[in-house]
């Protein structure tokens, strides 16, 4: 994965390099005389916030320290807190599902180590992936190229293999997203609804006893979920609605997915605003709703008051969690695909990266 | 001051305002839609923020991720107009090494197995070159989840550029 971020900065540098040419811009075809006059009246006003802003810049190159980043805007990496120790972790899951370039495997949760062997087709590769909180099942999705999800129920018989079953389809959609429920009847999937010219996500229910599916719709503009996590009553649903490119902000909800009903933002927002935070993610940690800020973990009020610290020691940039089934045992991945297990206060890094993870 | 006079003075600020900024512009349009758009769709763009430089607030942004969220939301709608489905190819063949153009060509086909967001967010801090925070200002939501959608599209880019290759 970071020879994928590497790749991307290649390419993209050198694309760069050959594009370079400015644009022939009509200026006279700018205005009418009305706009004139207003923007002239403006300018001074736009002209002392450009200023402002031009010594905000400034400083910010000269001094990165002082806000803590470097110039270009980039957190710095947080070292790991603490190395493996021989054996490993011994408390929580002893196991947990992976995705690799070559398909989904069973990793050792104690040292990192893959007990080894795709259990996908070949040719098929899976997008997400969630696990069953015990080590024995994994759901993954693949989209075809007919814009098709299928998902995909992994069972391992022993560490080393596997049988995979098809779960459940969904048609016309891209998978974007999925969470199993911590009894593990219930799938969560959002999904990009292929032919609309959108990118707004859906969100679809899988009843995986009934194979019945519900599926919630939501903004007519730019939007998508983020963060999928059941609570632990198997009912209610939290993710975080972030309006992308249309203007607003982030903010979590909570879903009831036993109340009737089509629209996944008709629940009200939470008054927390999660842009300000930083990383955008909320969870259940330990049975409550709660949201990552910074390095820690804050209680989160249902009704979005940020309460008091949870867990502490968390890496900077963290960009997805994953809680096992008693809540206090995360796998967390990094904006740089780096993949740490937290246990009550212990911050242990795994020696692979993985596209993705889950217990 | 005539209104004509007025207009230029204007009119000329707004091109000094602008001017340090048409590259990227001029960047991000022509990856979001193509080389013969771009200049189409940036003027159109300064068209929109000449109209609506009024709203334009400098404690919210720069006034570059301002001009180009103007610039990703023009394109949106060239490629509805158009019915140009994905954004035309972009490499510069001519003056690219072989090996280059064909990864070139590779990621290009791959990208177009993402997601909106993902493509904006990649062409963003890879092809124009943003930093990870100007791509959230631009995207107008937070560093977290550009770094979240970076992240998916780049789990979302390794096999389908294995498949494309």
């Known amino acids: ?359 | 001051m005539t209104a004509d006079a007025g207009d230029a003075h204007a009119v000329g600020d707004f091109r000094e305002w602008v001017q340090p900024h048409l590259l990227a512009m001029a960047r991000l349009a022509t990856r979001l839609t193509s080389a013969d758009d771009s200049d189409d769709v940036v003027q159109e763009a300064l068209v929109r923020a000449w109209r609506r430089r009024e709203s334009y607030d400098a404690s919210r942004g720069s006034a570059q991720s301002w001009l180009l969220a103007i610039v990703a939301d023009r394109c949106r709608r060239h490629r509805t107009r158009a019915r140009h489905p994905e954004p035309a190819e972009l490499l510069d063949i001519a003056s690219a090494p072989a090996s280059d153009v064909d990864r070139s060509l590779d990621i290009e086909r791959a990208m177009s197995r993402l997601s909106r967001r993902q493509r904006l967010a990649v062409e963003l801090h890879y092809y124009v070159g943003l930093s990870v925070a100007e791509a959230a200002a631009v995207m107008r939501c937070s560093e977290g989840t550009v770094k979240s959608t970076l992240s998916d599209a780049r789990k979302r880019l390794l096999p389908a550029l294995q498949e494309v290759s």
């Not at chain 1, 998978?175 to 859906?202: E, F």
């Not at chain 1, 939007?223 to 203007?247: H, I, K, R």
């Not at chain 1, 610290?309 to 967390?332: I, Q, R, Y």
């Open chain 1, 1 to 359: 994965m970071n020879d994928m971020d590497e790749l991307l900065r290649r390419d993209g540098a050198q694309w760069r390099a050959t594009a370079t040419s400015v644009p022939r811009v009509d200026w006279a075809a700018l205005p009418g005389r009305r706009d004139a006059r207003r923007f002239a009246s403006s300018w001074l006003m736009v002209t002392v916030a450009g200023a402002t802003a031009a010594v905000v810049v400034v400083l910010a190159v000269l001094a990165p320290s002082w806000i803590g980043r470097g110039a270009t805007g980039h957190k710095p990496l947080p070292a790991p807190a603490h190395q493996p120790t021989p054996g490993g972790v011994q408390t929580g899951p002893a196991s947990f599902v992976a995705l690799t370039d070559a398909g989904i495997t069973l990793v050792n949760a104690r040292t990192g180590d893959s007990y080894g062997g795709s259990v996908t087709e070949s040719g098929r590769h899976a997008t997400t992936l969630a696990g069953s909180n015990d080590g024995n099942l994994a759901y993954a999705t693949f989209t075809h190229p007919k814009c098709e999800v299928a998902v995909d129920r992994q069972r391992w018989m022993t560490p080393y293999n596997a049988e995979g079953t098809q779960a459940a389809t969904i048609s016309g959609a891209k998978a974007d997203g999925i969470a199993v429920s911590p009894d593990g009847h219930l799938l969560a999937i959002s999904v990009v609804p292929c032919g609309k010219n959108t990118s707004v996500d859906d969100l679809v229910v899988v009843n995986l006893d009934t194979h019945q599916q519900r599926r919630w719709t939501g903004y007519p503009d730019v939007s998508f979920l983020s963060a999928l996590q059941w609570a632990p009553d198997n009912e209610t649903l939290s993710y975080v609605v972030n309006p992308c490119c249309g203007g607003g902000t982030d903010n979590p909800r909570l879903l009831d997915t036993s109340a009737p009903g089509t629209s996944y933002v008709k629940p009200k927002p939470l008054a927390v605003d999660v842009s300000r935070i930083g990383s955008g993610l909320v969870l259940w940690y330990g049975g409550q709703f709660a949201v990552v800020q910074g390095t820690e973990i804050h209680a989160l009020s249902k009704a979005g008051v940020v309460g008091a610290v949870l867990a502490k020691g968390l890496p900077a940039d963290v960009v997805s969690v994953d809680t096992d089934s008693t809540g206090l045992h995360l796998l967390l991945v990094t904006s740089q695909n780096r993949l740490f297990r937290y246990d009550a206060g212990t911050l242990t890094p795994l020696p692979r990266n993985w596209i993705d993870a889950s217990w």
